[in-house]
């Protein structure tokens, strides 16, 4: 048996299981996670503490993930000649932007918080 055959079942084990051995998926891990059937990011997401280490709490929880990251999506991100919630169309061209030169703008204060930034950095170098 191959070693990179050794180290898929070696995973499949671990990740069948219904409670996840942390400690023991961490070690594996340590030497490379082959990326083979999803392992890589079913692995990344249980060392992150993306997913629970029960098993059967998975579907919920990415169910609930995916739900909140939609919610993030449709808050944050206009798309010009879309409609909004009410049905009317958002025009983001006259919405501040960071090449707007009014003085009024949120980026201009965003800019000169980053000056300010940039010279607290010399100053502490």
Excluded at 25 to 32: D, M, P, Q, T, Y
Excluded at 53 to 78: A, C, G, H, M, S
Aim: some cysteine; charged content about 30%.
């Amino acid at each position: 048996m191959s070693i990179l055959r050794k180290r898929l079942i070696d995973f499949e084990e671990i990740l069948n299981d219904e409670k996840i051995d942390l400690i023991t998926l961490r070690r594996l891990c340590f030497h490379g996670i082959p990326d083979e059937g999803g392992l890589r990011s079913k692995c990344w997401k249980l060392l992150l503490n993306y997913l629970p280490l029960t098993k059967q709490d998975w579907p919920d929880v990415l169910k609930r993930k995916r739900n909140l990251y939609n919610t993030f999506i449709e808050d944050l991100i206009v798309m010009p000649g879309e409609t909004a919630m009410n049905g009317e169309r958002v025009d983001v061209t006259m919405h501040d932007h960071p090449l707007n030169s009014n003085p009024g703008s949120k980026w201009q204060t965003f800019f000169k918080d980053n000056e300010v930034l940039l010279q607290i950095d010399k100053d502490v170098r």
